[in-house]
């Protein structure tokens, strides 16, 4: 920060700039506005959690299945919480972007040029989203009535039939709260996107805004607006998983799952 | 890679860098556990605050740390530059994650030693403190882990809005595009979250000798 920004520092707009901020339409539309911006910030986050439900959901359900390679998952998720999100995603961009040639471009997420930073991002927001699905589809299927796994065994269903039809059902409310842990966390932590070339995302708001920090526009009331923005992304996008995990879980499940309280992950900030 | 020469440089400033990260990390902790005690004995104690304190810090929890940090100047008034903002910050996530956590540890002792406590002739604070708090330390204690490691790594946030701490690694390792300092930073990072860790644990057995098969 210049020595400028930290002299103005001490005029910081108020918070009651904010909403003046979150009003004008021209904050909102055109390029570089909250609503590209939001559209780059949910393409970062949803990528990488579909990524890490692919390669988190089959292994959870295999380790809760087989009951191998338990020390594994809870070393990993310990070992990740421990390493800091920034730190690992800076040493992605140095250590990988100089290698990644690719010219691939969406428009509106990836920018000429950017591929060989779109993808430590999303390395390390997978990285991050794989903890909290991993430990809860293997801990949902761990819960599950062994009485339940042998009925379905007893009607003559194979491993991977008992897999998908008994214990991925019965474990899915577990498996749901971890995907939405994983989630808020992601769309939290992609603020930091901006801090890598190339990248937008919301984050971008508060980056740019921090050496401008006394302009109405592009200044402090611009970096809260943005964070702000952040959080009610994040609470909306959590309640439409609430809405959709009470359309895929059995009601059944449901009932028992409601009976058995206080199972729901820590979600941690990020 | 070079892991030294970086150190070498910034020798001096190491220790700064190490003693504001230590502190950004256990104060919070100590502040955060010292209010979630009594709110979560409030929630555990009338039912009806349960709901809304715990909603509450929920609510807390899905905003990113970096807001916070920045959004936090314009409500204390302090500067943005000011470490005040990262531990304000922290202390809010360990009350938010520490309340509920507190509140289901004292509510989850079982009514028959609270009957055998009240028999004999504990009054209801002897029995708070001399029989539900000890047997509730190794949950709550087990939530001061996750809260010390996620605050460990979250200091390293505020490096991006400037806060001079170990995080800086990482920013002039990207700034230099070199590997070592980054590497350096996240040795360091790990080994601060499994020393705090490391230390919660120890107090936690400390405190109750009788839980090791639990922790274990």
């Known amino acids: 920060m210049s020595t400028a920004a930290v002299i103005a520092d001490k005029f910081l707009p108020g918070l009651d700039r904010v909403p003046v ?12 506005g909250l609503l590209e911006r ?7 986050s949803v990528s990488a959690v579909v990524v890490a439900l692919l390669i988190a959901l089959p292994l ?26 920034l730190g690992l995603l800076l040493l992605l961009v140095v250590w990988l972007s100089p290698h990644l040639h690719a010219r691939l471009t969406v428009p509106g ?28 589809t293997y801990a949902g299927v761990q819960a599950v009535d062994p009485a339940v796994r042998d009925a379905g065994e007893g009607m003559g269903m194979r491993g991977s039939q008992v897999i998908w039809q008994v214990e991925f059902p019965c474990a899915l409310p577990l498996v749901m709260s971890g995907l939405r842990s994983a989630t808020l966390q992601v769309i939290a932590t992609a603020t930091v996107a901006a801090y890598v070339p190339f990248l937008g995302g919301l984050g971008r708001f508060i980056l740019d805004g921090q050496d401008q920090l006394t302009n ?10 943005a964070g702000i923005v952040v959080a009610v992304l994040a609470v909306v996008v959590d309640l439409l998983l609430a809405l959709v995990q009470r359309l895929v879980v059995s009601r059944g499940v449901a ?16 | 890679m070079n892991l030294w020469s970086y150190l070498q440089q910034h020798s001096g400033d190491l220790a700064g860098w190490t003693w504001t990260t230590v502190w950004l990390a256990a104060l919070p902790l100590l502040v955060g556990l010292a209010i979630a005690l009594p709110l979560g004995w409030l929630a555990s104690r009338l039912r009806w605050t349960y709901p809304p304190l715990v909603t509450a810090t929920g609510i807390l929890y899905t905003i990113p740390s970096l807001v916070l940090f920045i959004v936090l100047p314009g409500l204390l008034g302090t500067r943005i530059l000011d470490t005040v903002n990262v531990a304000v910050a922290l202390t809010a996530y360990t009350v938010a994650l520490l309340v509920r956590i507190v509140a289901d540890g004292l509510s989850s002792v079982s009514t028959t030693t609270l009957s055998a406590a009240s ?4 009054t209801a604070r002897q029995r708070l403190f001399g029989v539900q708090l000890p047997i509730a330390v190794p949950v709550i204690g087990a939530g001061l882990r996750v809260a010390a490691v996620s605050n460990v790594s979250l200091v390293s946030v505020a490096s991006i809005i400037g806060v001079p701490q170990l995080g800086r690694m990482f920013i002039d390792g990207s700034n230099l595009s070199t590997l070592g300092p980054i590497v350096d930073g996240l040795i ?3 080994v601060l979250a499994l020393v705090f860790d490391g230390l919660i644990l120890l107090g936690i057995r400390t405190l109750s000798p009788w839980a090791k098969q639990a922790l274990a």
Do not use: C, K
Request: proline share 10%.
């Open chain 1, 21 to 32: 901020w979150l009003n004008d339409p021209a904050n909102w539309t055109g390029p570089n």
């Open chain 1, 38 to 44: 939001i559209g780059q910030h949910l393409g970062y």
């Open chain 1, 60 to 85: 959870g359900l295999v380790i809760g299945h087989t009951g191998r390679g338990v020390f594994l998952v809870v070393g990993l998720a310990n070992g990740l919480r421990a390493v800091p999100i």
């Open chain 1, 109 to 136: 997420l990836i920018p000429p040029g950017g591929f060989a930073y779109i993808v430590p991002i999303e390395i390390a927001l997978v990285l991050l989203a794989i903890p909290p699905i991993l430990s809860n």
């Open chain 1, 216 to 225: 109405l526009r592009y200044g402090y009331p611009a970096m809260v607006s």
């Open chain 1, 255 to 270: 009932e028992r799952y409601r009976r058995r309280r206080g199972v729901r992950a820590v979600p941690e900030p990020a």
């Open chain 2, 119 to 122: 028999a004999m002739g504990y």
């Open chain 2, 188 to 190: 360091a990072f790990v």
